[in-house]
């Protein structure tokens, strides 16, 4: 099926190496949340959970979402008019008025700080031309995330029947927030002043978070609270090479349990590489190329968390082409290499050529530089 049919190699199947301490991670300390989990936040590997499946109300952290559909349609720059269903929303507001005109970086800004209901309407309305619309956008993300136990009703996070997630869901979302350099730049403001753009009104936006202030390792993300929901937070941490999501729902003491959860994750977790960068996986034949054969590498490293006493095995799967044609690049993608551990988690990096190979000259090239040389002597 010519050379464009993929190669499937196994090049790696072995025991990783148990760390010194022997024996299960001690339990975090007890807390005070219904449900709870905590996740490594680059593979989502589970580190401790409970009642982790179960749906609950999440509140504001619903804002999450809301922020995340908008990011990825939108540009910051653009602006806002706020319509008149966006105004009075019941709850926490930026109090926002008909007809004003913000930026969508400073309705993000209000939305996840202030926690602005009004603002998450407003957005809703402005992404989508319609807030229940804007809420199957919602919906169809957390699909695609695989918050599959979860059903957002609204853009803000108010008690509604139809509006409901779980710990591992919301951990899911909080994960995939991280990935947006923007979400993570405004999750950790300590404060954010936005102008209305007709009339220069100015409002003082500050973080609700109180996580960043007391635990120095918290980067975000977002608490929510109503009668029905209680106490919930979507909470990230880093310490080193490691980064942590955290989730707790109904949660009298949120701050003290994420905070417990987070000293749990850092003790006892450990990054492993698997599969360092510029590891070499594979050698492909060149067709027409002044060399006849090339190295293929990893692009980055793939690492994956584990706990002391922890044994591991992975397997590595390389899908190339059975052969390359001249020229190749140095550092052309060539393929990919699909990384398994033996708990079901896959991770894919992709291949890439560690030397150029130039074309090999044709017949005539090669005869008119034999007639060249032998003029240049006579």
Request: proline share 4%.
């Amino acid at each position: 099926m010519k050379s464009i049919i993929l190669a499937l190699v196994i090049l790696l199947l072995f025991p990783l190496a148990a760390f010194a301490q022997v024996g299960p991670a001690q339990e975090p300390e007890a807390i005070s949340a219904a449900s709870a989990i905590l996740i490594e936040a680059s593979s989502g590997r589970v580190l401790y959970e409970h009642n982790a499946n179960e749906q609950r109300p999440m509140a504001s952290t619903t804002k999450i979402m809301t922020a995340l559909v908008a990011t990825e349609l939108c540009r910051p720059e653009e602006v806002l008019s706020v319509q008149a269903d966006c105004v009075k929303i019941e709850g926490t507001s930026l109090y926002l008025e008909e007809n004003e005109q913000l930026t969508m970086l400073d309705m993000l800004y209000g939305l996840l700080l202030r926690s602005g209901n009004d603002a998450a309407a407003a957005i809703a309305k402005y992404v989508a031309g319609d807030i229940q619309h804007f809420v199957s956008l919602m919906n169809q993300r957390a699909w695609e995330l695989g918050m599959y136990y979860t059903c957002f009703g609204n853009p803000h996070g108010l008690d509604n029947n139809q509006h409901y997630s779980t710990a591992y869901d919301m951990a899911l979302l909080g994960a995939e927030f991280l990935k947006m350099p923007l979400l993570r730049q405004i999750c950790i403001a300590e404060e954010y002043i936005s102008r209305e753009l007709t009339s220069g009104r100015v409002r003082l936006f500050k973080n609700n978070n109180k996580l960043l202030i007391r635990d120095p390792r918290a980067c975000g993300i977002k608490i929510g609270w109503t009668e029905k929901a209680g106490r919930c937070l979507v909470a990230a941490a880093r310490a080193g090479e490691i980064e942590l999501v955290a989730v707790v729902l109904a949660a009298p003491d949120l701050y003290t349990d994420v905070s417990k959860l987070f000293d749990y994750g850092f003790r006892n977790l450990k990054i492993r590489e698997l599969v360092p960068q510029g590891k070499v996986m594979a050698v492909l034949p060149v067709d027409q190329g002044q060399v006849n054969w090339v190295a293929v590498a990893a692009a980055g490293p793939v690492c994956y968390p584990v706990f002391p006493g922890e044994t591991l095995s992975f397997t590595t799967q390389v899908q190339v082409p059975a052969k390359l044609k001249a020229p190749v690049l140095n550092g052309q993608p060539v393929g990919t290499a699909l990384v398994r551990v033996d708990d079901g988690w896959t991770a894919e990096v992709e291949l890439v050529a560690v030397s150029a190979v130039r074309e090999k000259a044709g017949i005539a090239a090669r005869l008119l530089k034999l007639v060249r040389g032998w003029w240049h002597d006579q």
